[in-house]
C-alpha cells in the first residue's frame, strides 16, 4: 500500500488547512489510517486515527480534539484531516499510515508510510 499526504503549508496562528492522504490500494476496506507528526527535535507522535472496518470509527490526541476533524472518502480510498484553530505547536512534518492491524497510537504499529506534509504555523 502506498500513501501520499499531501495539502500542508504555511498559515497564520487561528488558520485552517486540510491534509490529505490518498492511497494506491484498490480499496482500504479493513484498514485503520493514522496521522501523525514530527516537530524537530521530537518524536513522532498520534495525531489522529479513522478505521476503515465496521463502523466509522475515529480517534484523536488529546491536543488535538475540537480543532481538528479527521474523516475518509470511501470512493475515493482517502484520508483526509481537517485542521482548524491552528497553533504554533501544531508546526510538523505531517505523515499518514495505514495499518491492517488493530488500532494503536504507536507508529510501530502501523505498516505503511506516506512521505510527509509539512505544516507550519506561524505566531
Known amino acids: 500500500v502506498q500513501l501520499q499526504a499531501s495539502g500542508g503549508g504555511l498559515v497564520q496562528a487561528g488558520g485552517s488547512l486540510r491534509l490529505s492522504c490518498a492511497t494506491s490500494?484498490?480499496?482500504?476496506?479493513?484498514?485503520?489510517v493514522g496521522w501523525f507528526r514530527q516537530a524537530p527535535g521530537k518524536e513522532r507522535e498520534f495525531v489522529a486515527a479513522?478505521?476503515?472496518?465496521?463502523?466509522?470509527?475515529?480517534y484523536y490526541a488529546d491536543s488535538v480534539k475540537g480543532r481538528f476533524t479527521i474523516s475518509r472518502d470511501n470512493d475515493k480510498n482517502t484520508s483526509y484531516l481537517q485542521m482548524n484553530n491552528l497553533k504554533p505547536e501544531d508546526t510538523a512534518v505531517y505523515y499518514c499510515?495505514?495499518?491492517?492491524?488493530?488500532?494503536?497510537?504507536?507508529?510501530?504499529?502501523?505498516?505503511?508510510w506516506g512521505q510527509g506534509t509539512q505544516v507550519t504555523v506561524s505566531s
Open positions: 490500494a484498490r480499496t482500504l476496506s479493513g484498514y485503520i
Open positions: 479513522v478505521a476503515w472496518r465496521g463502523g466509522y470509527s475515529t
Open positions: 499510515a495505514a495499518t491492517i492491524g488493530i488500532y494503536t497510537t504507536q507508529p510501530r504499529g502501523y505498516d505503511f
